[in-house]
């Protein structure tokens, strides 16, 4: 197995740091961008389709001396959905308004789900449905909801004594749920555990990190890296993510 060795860069403000500059010193060969600055990333460099449409990134990649700003989790949500049959005539509901959930709606968009937004400020998932031409769902609505998919994209479920994020009401149904928090010992989620407990089908973040690991480091040159592979380092003890 490989090692990688990836590197820490904090960055307090995107615009004075500017670490789509550092070219040379150090030679970086691309970023890993995390929240707050996935909008701010999109902005910094030459859009892929997918950037163009979530007007977020994750990604910062060096090709022919130019920067590439590139979405990989709409990879992260596609590849385990796939997995999951196709989504035509089927609905979801993306719980969030960041740059997880506008990849979300991309994601499921293309394997045809019908899509609503929620978030806990509605005015916000009024402003994201609106950008990406999808509907919005009040969030005090959500528990009285009915779809196929139910998609976690907050950050509820990160923190010891977080709640489950989707409402067991709509649980009955037994919809898809699929949760993109993690937590960093592996273990699942109040989400999770509750759309087990429920016998929903499910998909944890740990199979959404994997899988936008995977298309990143394709991106980063490590061509022949797998899911297994970066489940196996996930797996390590004391891994750090």
């Given at each position: ?7 820490a ?15 040379f010193d150090p030679p970086f060969?691309?970023f890993?961008?995390?929240r ?7 902005e910094?460099?030459?859009?892929s389709?997918d950037?163009?449409?979530t007007r977020?990134?994750?990604t ?8 590439r700003?590139e979405n990989?989790?709409v990879d992260?949500v596609?590849d385990?959905l ?6 035509e005539?089927?609905?979801?509901v993306?719980?969030?308004?960041g ?9 499921a968009?293309?394997l045809?789900y019908?899509?609503?937004v ?5 005015d916000q ?7 990406l031409d999808a ?16 998609l976690?994209?907050?950050s509820?479920?990160?923190h010891?004594?977080?709640?489950p994020?989707i ?7 037994r ?5 993109c ?9 109040a989400?999770i ?6 016998r ?9 990190f994997?899988?936008q690991?995977?298309?990143?480091a ?9 899911q297994?592979e970066v489940?196996l380092?996930?797996a ?6």
């Open positions: 197995m490989r090692s990688f060795a990836p590197g860069l904090p960055v307090v403000d995107f615009d004075r740091s500017k670490p789509q500059e550092l070219r060969r691309g890993s961008v995390t707050p600055w996935k909008l701010r990333a999109a910094t460099a030459v859009p389709e950037v163009r449409v977020a990134a994750n910062l990649v060096q090709a022919h001396g130019r920067w700003a990989t989790d992260g596609f385990p796939a997995d999951h049959d196709t989504g005539g089927r609905t979801a993306i719980l969030g308004a740059g997880v959930a506008r990849a979300a709606v991309v994601a968009r293309k045809g019908e899509v609503m929620s978030s806990r400020r509605d998932a009024d402003a994201l449905a609106l950008e509907d919005s769902l009040a969030w005090e609505d959500v528990p009285r909801s009915e779809a196929d998919l139910y976690n994209a907050t509820i479920g990160a010891d004594g977080d709640p994020a409402p067991a009401g709509v649980l009955a149904n919809p898809l749920v699929f949760d928090v993690y937590r960093r010992d592996g273990s699942p989620t989400t555990r509750a759309a087990r407990e429920a929903c089908p499910t998909v944890d973040g740990l199979k959404m994997a899988a690991a995977v298309r990143q394709r991106l980063f040159g490590v061509t022949d890296a797998t297994e489940a380092l996930l390590r003890p004391g891994r750090r993510a």
